[in-house]
């Protein structure tokens, strides 16, 4: 069964920092992967996405994310943090064997950044 | 562009009243997704639509829970009878499906259910 596991729930820096937020998966097909990020009472937008071609991929923001298909890992960095990264964090893969946008999301890590 | 739209934003009942919980897509999306979030289970899927015909709805918790797109426009979420299990962020989502799983979902702000 195919699963996304982000290491730690909550992950805090200090601003200007380096934020490094991780995320495995399973897949038995080359997948899909995308970070989303949650601003507080509001819903996920998308951060970035892996589907084929490059394995670095830059999002908004500044966040950029590698696809590292030996270490089934597509990690999120951002060279140096800024106050307003304080969200939540999620990382998706597209379900296999399914329809198109279905996906399935980690538990989520929360960034908080202090100053 | 408006976004997703859903209503309301927050609602608080007492156990065994129905809920229904509304979604306007983004014009020109065709597929439709509702989740829930809550702190222990994270996001799940609950059902989605692909041009107003349920696809998959195995995420549906049990029978009192209903979904339904009657039209490009508009989805609801209906919860009857409700309990405080339920009690949880519901989001709506939606893509334009093109042929291929960008997996590109536009999230509504939520909306917040509180089962007494």
């Known amino acids: 069964a195919q699963s996304v596991t982000q290491l730690g729930s909550h992950v805090s820096v200090s601003e200007g920092a380096l934020v490094l937020l991780r995320c495995n998966y399973s897949?038995?097909?080359?997948?899909?992967l995308f970070w989303y990020v949650q601003y507080p009472n509001q819903g996920l937008q998308l951060l970035l996405k892996y589907t084929t071609g490059a394995t670095l991929v830059k999002g908004i923001n500044g966040f950029e994310a590698e696809f590292k298909k030996s270490e089934t890992s597509f990690h999120l960095t951002k060279p140096s943090a800024h106050m307003s990264d304080a969200a939540e964090y999620f990382c998706a893969v597209t379900r296999t064997g399914g329809s198109q946008g279905n996906l399935i999301f980690g538990k989520g890590t929360k960034l908080s950044v202090k100053p | 562009d408006a976004g997703v739209i859903q209503s309301p934003r927050h609602e608080v009942t007492e156990m065994g009243q129905e809920v229904t919980l509304r979604c306007k897509p983004i014009?020109?999306?065709?597929?439709l997704f509702w989740y829930r979030q809550t702190m222990m289970r994270g996001l799940e899927l609950l059902i989605y639509f692909n041009n107003n015909v349920p696809i998959d709805d195995s995420g549906m918790p049990e029978d009192r829970f209903s979904a339904k797109m009657p039209n490009a426009s508009f989805s609801t979420l209906k919860i009857q009878p409700s309990e405080p299990r339920d009690s949880a962020v519901y989001f709506c989502?939606?893509?334009?499906?093109?042929?291929?799983?960008?997996?590109?979902?536009?999230f509504g702000e939520g909306s917040r259910l509180t089962v007494l």
């Open positions: 989502a939606s893509s334009h499906y093109q042929g291929v799983a960008t997996g590109e979902l536009f």
């Open positions: 897949s038995s097909v080359p997948p899909y």
């Open positions: 014009s020109g999306h065709n597929s």
